[in-house]
């Protein structure tokens, strides 16, 4: 028997699964039909490899069959102890799509362990995207998004490639996001303070009264529409 070739096989973290697809019955006729069974392999490891070696089972473990099978003697020494196999990367599966909040992405609690990457409206096939590492997440397994304007957007998500897998396929989650201007009005007073923008889900720290005056009146801090509060130095959500 001679050149033993090995199936390509798919990562699964074990060793065993070697399928043999062909070999050399050396001095066999081509008009008789004869084929080999029995044989065996076991890949030195487990690990993803281009080409890596495989070691065969015991030849007296091997046996000729089909029709032609009595007419042939198959040789008790000299046959191939290993044989070279590849094993290639498997496929993971994708995440759970996100949700979105504003600019807040909150990824599905089952795959906040994961190693994952995400882009922002990156239309493009998954191997074309211009992938990003997702950040360490906050305690409730959220990260932020930045400079993206008002409008609709769409996140993808995937899981990464690592040594041993391929990268997942990709899931998307649609959002629109709204921009929010917070203006400053003196109420009587003199002066001005320039209105912020934020998007929607963010937020924006309250500024202070000291551009502005009014005779008779010291600056204690604002009042939104509603009658709420706000101190100087405070954060209001978007």
């Known amino acids: 028997v001679s050149d033993i070739i090995v199936a390509d096989k798919v990562y699964d973290g074990k060793t065993d699964g070697v399928v043999i697809t062909g070999y050399t019955l050396n001095g066999k006729k081509t008009e008789d039909t004869l084929t080999l069974t029995g044989i065996l392999g076991t890949y030195t490891n487990a690990a993803v490899n281009a080409a890596q070696t495989v070691t065969l089972n015991d030849s007296s473990k091997w046996a000729l069959d089909g029709t032609a099978k009595d007419n042939y003697v198959l040789a008790t020494e000299g046959q191939p102890t290993t044989a070279i196999g590849k094993i290639t990367k498997a496929r ?36 074309e995207k211009a992938w990003i590492s997702v950040p360490t997440l906050n305690g409730n397994g959220t990260f932020t998004l930045s400079g993206l304007a008002a409008g609709n957007h769409t996140v993808y998500l995937r899981v990464k490639e690592s040594s041993n897998y391929n990268a997942s396929s990709s899931v998307s989650k649609a959002f629109e996001l709204t921009q929010y201007s917070v203006a400053y009005n003196a109420n009587g007073g003199v002066g001005s303070i320039a209105s912020q923008t934020a998007n929607s889900g963010s937020s924006v720290t309250v500024k202070s009264g000291s551009a502005m005056s009014r005779t008779g009146y010291s600056f204690a801090g604002w009042k939104d529409e509603g009658g709420t509060s706000h101190a100087a130095g405070s954060t209001v959500s978007t």
């Open 92 to 127: 993971q599966e994708p995440p759970t799509a996100p949700s979105v909040s504003g600019e807040t992405v909150t990824i599905a609690a089952a795959d906040r362990e994961k190693k994952l990457e995400y882009c922002v409206d990156d239309n493009k096939a998954d191997n």
